[in-house]
């Protein structure tokens, strides 16, 4: 069967509020490819609950912003992309306002919530606690009336067009066509999301496996800041193992958390009790369910008015009453899950990789802006903010094309190797959450990573097939995470260790990797 070849201004790979926007962005400058391996509307933003932190209020300011993020990112931030986060932020709100999307508001005037790390009510929110879900809906409907844009579901990019100095395109299998595409193009853009999906307790879609990260790994860019893996504090808890992400609003509209015995704990942790920034909140609740018998505490939303919150967090309430829980009246169980990943392809202020023609945005990106802990919902703003980036880096540093050919080997699936790949998935899963969680030390990061080694020994990966990929991609990430969390021997942000509990001043800097070779360690660079 041939390979199809489609040539293009922009290549786009994701389909999250990071990818949509730069398609947005791209199309006033040419003809935007947008590839996602499953549909538009399935993504890690579409579920983002809190909202988009941002200076909106007359009582705030741009440097409590700047302040607020790097106070969360504990000494690791890029001083001058975080600057650039909290300035732009503003102007990309307001060009969405004017677009037509509606924030939650009451007499003209803006709703901002409050979250964990903030000194500061800054947080945008739509339909209440459905802001991802809003936002990503607005700019779908944008798109679908773009000419410019193209969609491309069920496409599954599985390598990038590259010899390790420039990028051409991507190479792409439609598996419900069952054909091969080579796309072409003189900027290709990295938004497909992080890689908590691919721990078994996670609030992220099934499809957050981290597969643009390795892309730009094999194709030879840097990975940066793997070992800082962020934990949202309170996810639903059940003996299933099903879970909802209960938003860090909640706590900011006057929520308490509550051990076994019903007794409020973060007050002795920390001055902020449960507005503490995350890292903190999940560390402190890990350390509380040690000590008790149940595997979960209480998020204590009682003291909110329940007509209130149905209306501020709807969706919350309806998973809520799936399980059998009224909130507010009812205690909620809940615990911390892998949430957002810090760590990825290495950018630079203009979302550019190491290599010419490939950019890379949100939480595919590690542009330094969330340092060592990401504070709430700025998340959805580096979408913005850095999406916007790297279509006018693309289209001041265009570049040629010529000589990509459509020939090569053909991508298949193999249905043979499909049970072997589910295995090793939930193996690796859950071996990632018991060894590489909120709490690590060198011995269990060590029998982890020597697990993975094993795993990645005894599989039969067969060249250019689809689930042989899928392992490949998963177990190289696996090993990255276990590696990154080894080499970084002190405790900080959402990086915790057992065996180097407190923080080192010697590394404050980076651990950056390119395929086949070392874990090299860079001082903090403010690019």
Same mark, same amino acid.
């Given at each position: 069967?041939?390979?199809?070849?489609?040539?293009?201004?922009?290549?786009?790979?994701?389909?999250?509020?990071?990818?949509?926007?730069?398609? /947005?962005?791209?199309?006033?400058f040419?003809?935007?490819?947008?590839?996602?391996?499953?549909?538009?509307?399935?993504?890690?933003?579409?579920?983002?609950?809190?909202?988009?932190?941002?200076? /909106?209020?007359?009582?705030?300011?741009?440097?409590?912003?700047?302040?607020?993020?790097?106070?969360?990112?504990?000494? *690791?931030?890029?001083?001058?992309?975080?600057?650039?986060?909290?300035?732009?932020?503003?102007?990309?709100i307001?060009?969405?306002?004017?677009?037509?999307?509606k924030?939650?508001?009451?007499?003209?005037?803006?709703?901002?919530?409050?979250?964990?790390?903030?000194?500061?009510?800054?947080?945008?929110?739509a339909?209440?606690?459905?802001?991802?879900?809003?936002?990503?809906?607005?700019?779908?409907?944008e798109?679908?009336?773009?000419?410019?844009?193209?969609?491309?579901?069920?496409s599954?990019?599985?390598?990038?067009?590259?010899?390790g100095?420039?990028c051409?395109?991507?190479?792409?299998?439609?598996?419900?066509?069952?054909?091969?595409?080579?796309?072409?193009?003189?900027?290709?853009?990295?938004?497909?999301?992080?890689?908590?999906?691919?721990?078994?307790?996670?609030?992220?879609?099934?499809?957050?496996?981290g597969?643009g990260?390795?892309?730009?790994?094999?194709?030879?860019?840097?990975?940066?800041?793997l070992?800082? /893996?962020?934990?949202?504090p309170?996810?639903?808890?059940?003996?299933?193992?099903?879970?909802?992400?209960?938003?860090?609003?909640?706590?900011?509209?006057?929520?308490?958390?509550?051990?076994?015995?019903?007794?409020?704990?973060?007050?002795?942790?920390?001055?902020r009790?449960?507005?503490?920034?995350?890292?903190?909140?999940?560390?402190?609740?890990?350390?509380?369910?040690?000590?008790?018998?149940?595997?979960?505490?209480?998020?204590?939303?009682?003291?909110?008015?329940?007509?209130?919150?149905?209306?501020?967090?709807?969706? %919350?309430?309806k998973?809520?009453?799936?399980?059998?829980?009224? *909130?507010?009246?009812?205690?909620?169980?809940?615990?911390?899950?892998?949430?957002?990943?810090?760590?990825?392809?290495?950018?630079?202020?203009?979302?550019?990789?190491?290599?010419?023609?490939?950019?890379?945005?949100?939480?595919t990106?590690a542009?330094? %802006?969330?340092?060592?802990?990401?504070?709430?919902?700025?998340?959805? *703003?580096?979408?913005?903010?850095?999406?916007?980036?790297?279509?006018?880096?693309?289209?001041?540093?265009?570049?040629?094309?010529?000589?990509?050919?459509?020939?090569?080997?053909?991508f298949?699936?193999?249905?043979?190797?499909?049970?072997?790949?589910?295995?090793?998935?939930?193996?690796?899963s859950?071996?990632?959450?018991?060894s590489?969680?909120?709490?690590?030390?060198?011995?269990?990061?060590?029998?982890?990573?020597?697990?993975?080694?094993?795993?990645?020994?005894?599989?039969?990966?067969?060249?250019?097939?689809?689930?042989?990929?899928r392992?490949?991609?998963?177990?190289?990430?696996?090993?990255?995470?276990?590696?990154?969390?080894?080499?970084r021997?002190?405790?900080?942000?959402c990086?915790?260790?057992k065996?180097?509990?407190?923080?080192?001043?010697?590394?404050?800097?980076?651990?950056?990797?390119?395929?086949?070779s070392?874990?090299?360690?860079?001082? *903090?660079?403010q690019?």
């Open positions: 069967m041939a390979i199809l070849k489609n040539e293009y201004k922009f290549i786009i790979i994701g389909s999250g509020l990071a990818g949509l926007y730069s398609a /947005m962005c791209a199309s006033k040419g003809k935007v490819a947008v590839l996602t391996k499953s549909s538009i509307d399935e993504s890690s933003s579409y579920w983002a609950q809190g909202g988009i932190a941002a200076v /909106m209020d007359r009582g705030d300011s741009i440097e409590d912003h700047y302040r607020d993020t790097i106070n969360a990112g504990q000494g *690791l931030c890029n001083e001058k992309n975080v600057q650039i986060l909290v300035s732009e932020g503003k102007e990309r307001h060009e969405l306002i004017n677009l037509g999307m924030f939650d508001s009451l007499d003209n005037q803006l709703l901002l919530g409050l979250e964990g790390g903030h000194t500061r009510r800054r947080i945008l929110h339909g209440g606690s459905e802001t991802g879900k809003k936002v990503v809906e607005f700019v779908i409907n798109i679908k009336e773009n000419k410019n844009i193209d969609v491309y579901e069920n599954y990019v599985y390598e990038i067009v590259s010899d100095n420039i051409k395109g991507a190479k792409v299998f439609n598996w419900k066509e069952n054909k091969n595409y080579t796309f072409v193009s003189p900027a290709t853009i990295l938004a497909s999301g992080g890689l908590s999906g691919i721990y078994s307790r996670s609030t992220n879609p099934h499809v957050t496996t597969d990260i390795a892309l730009a790994y094999f194709a030879g860019a840097k990975l940066s800041d070992e800082f /893996m962020q934990f949202h309170t996810a639903f808890y059940s003996e299933t193992g099903e879970t909802f992400l209960v938003s860090e609003a909640v706590r900011g509209e006057g929520a308490f958390l509550l051990n076994e015995n019903h007794e409020r704990f973060m007050t002795a942790v920390d001055e009790a449960e507005l503490a920034p995350r890292d903190i909140v999940a560390k402190a609740i890990y350390e509380e369910i040690k000590k008790q018998e149940k595997k979960y505490i209480y998020i204590d939303a009682r003291n909110i008015d329940a007509k209130y919150f149905k209306k501020r967090f709807p969706n %919350i309430y998973d809520a009453l799936r399980f059998g829980f009224n *909130l507010p009246e009812d205690l909620l169980p809940i615990a911390p899950a892998a949430h957002y990943t810090i760590g990825g392809v290495k950018t630079d202020s203009n979302s550019r990789t190491n290599i010419k023609g490939l950019y890379s945005c949100g939480e990106a542009n330094g %802006i969330h340092g060592a802990n990401r504070l709430a919902s700025n998340s959805l *703003l580096e979408c913005l903010v850095f999406g916007k980036r790297a279509i006018e880096s693309a289209v001041n540093e265009e570049q040629t094309t010529q000589n990509v050919q459509e020939e090569g080997k053909y298949f699936v193999s249905k043979q190797l499909e049970e072997k790949f589910l295995e090793v998935r939930n193996v690796t859950n071996l990632l959450n018991e590489a969680g909120i709490l690590r030390d060198g011995k269990t990061l060590r029998e982890g990573l020597s697990q993975i080694n094993k795993l990645k020994e005894d599989f039969s990966f067969a060249a250019n097939e689809y689930y042989s990929t392992a490949k991609f998963l177990l190289t990430l696996s090993e990255l995470i276990f590696k990154f969390a080894l080499e021997k002190e405790s900080r942000g990086h915790s260790r065996d180097f509990a407190d923080t080192n001043d010697n590394l404050k800097g980076n651990l950056i990797i390119r395929h086949e070392e874990i090299k360690f860079e001082n *903090l660079t690019n």
